[in-house]
């Protein structure tokens, strides 16, 4: 580490008496422990230490011990051992690697066709109504404040699949048949994300909403001018200024629902038949509910594959909407 | 920031005046009005309910209004039988020392790497950036090994609020957020007090963190919110029922608990951020817009 200081401190350390260990001469700057310390180095130092102690244990050490693990077997017990690509081999030829990938896709889908032009929907509405926007907000951000977990059990709750379930009632009122929802491997998936949807919803509302009043109101009077309608306006004006934000949230969102945990975790356990498993929950299965001890080795294996994955695809993704938004 | 209205939307006055579109607003109002209670305040609302409805009640008529009473008993069972007092406590400890060791780390940091500026600062700056890219779940299982076996100290921190508390610390996102904010503060006044013979510290503390009160409120309600609905890390790390929060202990008791019971103790576990987010309204809005900033 470079220790630096400002001229005129270095300056002024000229004329104290030689440091107990002077460091060897590097250009022409004299730099002793002690400059560095007058330099600030110290203070410098303590403001610095906290986060590194915590970023080095707790973050970096683990990010590279994830990598090392992976090419590992690790069971607490023998000291690790170095496998070569097992863990790899292992986990890709697992026969529910593939369900998990492919209901992890499902779910991931299933979200971007919901969740995603919802929220866009409600903001724009909501941006038009003018007075009753704080209410509104307000209300569309409730469910985001609802703890997940407490979430996911009331919402439980509602799928009970009785026909005097709370859902199963309101879809009698309207004359549709009672649905099983988590009881069926059909219907299970679009109640997870349904559930999933509604919690999320309200922060990408909020998002849009800010995103909705840096549009510059001029272009919409100059869209005016040409003669567009209220739908060429929202086609031509809002959308292409909303393009940035809307590809973030695009791609921050299957990020997120490629990982997605509590809500199989907690409503289904992976059920019914295997039905609800994500990649999240073969991870969860393999490090903390392996009867033979903890399969750690797979499991950062398998992470590691989700995180290079999902690092590809960003990358792709963001090369590809660059060349649109240059367009 | 939500609350402010453009000068105008999509909509031009001339296009307000036009009866249909005047039709289309009503409906559209009415559509926003039904649909977010009904969707935002429906569940709570039902929830409330169901906590003071006997079980069968609940199970046989979900939607009618006490047909045989209320049943008060069920909250002061949820509270004292199934502990959700105790666990109450231990939520609110986890998620005050989260707040704190998020803060510390954040303001320090954020003033090392914004204000003093070490010759190193870059390479900081890098390397906690760069942790953002890295998905949550890769960092499981090694963290988790982490804890059982930290380095120096020899001890597992197990069962100990440590494990939670100072991984929530080691947060790139607050960093980023503070230090942007610490950036844009006028330099002068640093200067001024500089000469005035203020060291590094006194600085920090008696000029940089009273002007930073905005987003040391933003910071914060980010880390309670994150500490009270943490489930999964808080399940791995504090396997001890009795020093469990709500969230990892609230799964748990269920297969145990009666219905009505347990919806009592859902209805008091959702109270606390509900009446937070009512009170600091402006503050948690303006944290999800200004998270939407940061990704965009």
């Known amino acids: ?327 | 920031m939500t609350d402010e209205l453009a000068d105008r939307g999509v909509l031009s006055t001339a296009d307000r005046r036009r009866g249909s579109v005047r039709a289309s607003m009503t409906l559209v109002h009415g559509f926003l009005l039904v649909g977010l209670v009904v969707a935002g305040l429906g569940p709570l609302l039902w929830l409330a309910k169901a906590a003071v409805t006997p079980t069968q009640d609940t199970l046989s008529q979900p939607f009618a209004l006490w047909p045989n009473g209320i049943d008060w008993a069920n909250l002061e069972t949820a509270w004292n039988d199934i502990h959700i007092d105790q666990y109450f406590l231990n939520t609110i400890w986890v998620a005050a020392g989260a707040w704190f060791f998020q803060l510390l780390i954040a303001t320090t940091a954020g003033y090392a790497l914004s204000v003093l500026r070490p010759k190193y600062a870059p390479i900081l700056n890098a390397l906690v950036l760069a942790t953002l890219f890295i998905p949550a779940v890769v960092l499981l299982v090694p963290l988790y090994l982490t804890i059982l076996d930290p380095p120096v100290i020899g001890t597992s921190l197990l069962n100990t609020y440590w494990a939670v508390w100072l991984p929530a610390a080691a947060n790139a996102f607050n960093i980023l957020l503070v230090k942007r904010f610490f950036d844009a503060l006028p330099r002068e006044v640093f200067e001024a007090a500089k000469t005035d013979g203020a060291g590094p510290f006194r600085v920090f503390w008696s000029i940089v963190l009273p002007m930073s009160k905005p987003i040391l409120g933003v910071v914060s309600v980010f880390a309670v919110i994150a500490a009270w609905k943490d489930f999964l890390w808080p399940l791995l790390v504090l396997p001890d029922p009795a020093g469990q929060p709500l969230s990892v202990r609230l799964p748990a008791v269920q297969s145990q608990t009666e219905l009505d019971v347990f919806l009592a103790a859902l209805a008091i576990s959702t109270l606390i951020p509900v009446v937070l987010f009512l009170l600091f309204q402006r503050l948690f809005l303006r944290g999800a817009g200004l998270g939407g900033a940061v990704k965009g």
């Open chain 1, 1 to 327: 580490m470079t220790m630096t200081t400002d001229p005129e401190v270095a300056e002024a350390a000229e004329d104290r008496p030689p440091a107990p260990r002077p460091v060897p001469e590097h250009r022409k700057r004299r730099r002793t422990p002690m400059t560095w310390i007058r330099g600030g180095g110290l203070s410098n130092l303590a403001f610095v230490a906290p986060m590194l102690v915590v970023f080095a244990v707790f973050s970096w050490g683990p990010i590279v011990q994830a990598v090392v693990m992976s090419f590992q077997k690790t069971n607490l017990v023998s000291p690790p051992v170095f496998v070569g690509i097992d863990n790899f081999v292992r986990v890709l030829s697992d026969p529910n690697l593939g369900t998990a990938v492919l209901n992890t896709l499902y779910f991931a889908l299933l979200a971007l066709l919901f969740g995603f032009p919802l929220p866009l929907l409600l903001a724009v509405m909501m941006s038009e109504v003018g007075r009753g926007k704080g209410l509104y907000s307000a209300l569309a951000y409730l469910p985001v404040v609802i703890p997940p977990v407490v979430a996911v059990l009331l919402w439980k709750v509602f799928y009970n699949a009785s026909p005097d379930g709370v859902f199963n009632t309101i879809l009698g009122w309207v004359g549709i048949p009672p649905q099983p929802w988590l009881q069926s491997s059909a219907t299970v998936m679009p109640s997870l994300v349904l559930e999933a949807t509604w919690a999320a919803a309200g922060g990408a509302i909020i998002i849009y909403l800010a995103a909705l009043i840096a549009v510059p109101p001029e272009l919409y009077d100059a869209a005016e001018v040409d003669g567009a309608g209220i739908w060429r306006k929202i086609w031509h004006v809002t959308l292409p200024q909303l393009r940035g934000v809307l590809f973030i949230m695009l791609i921050l969102q299957v990020i997120a629902t490629s990982q997605v945990f509590l809500e199989p975790f907690l409503f289904t356990g992976g059920g019914p038949n295997n039905a609800t498993l994500t990649i999240l929950l073969l991870i969860y299965r393999y490090a903390f509910q392996n009867s033979l001890g903890g399969a750690y080795g797979e499991a950062t294996a398998l992470s590691l594959m989700l995180a290079i994955f999902l690092a590809l695809l960003s990358w792709a993704y963001f090369k590809l909407t660059e060349r649109w938004s240059t367009n």
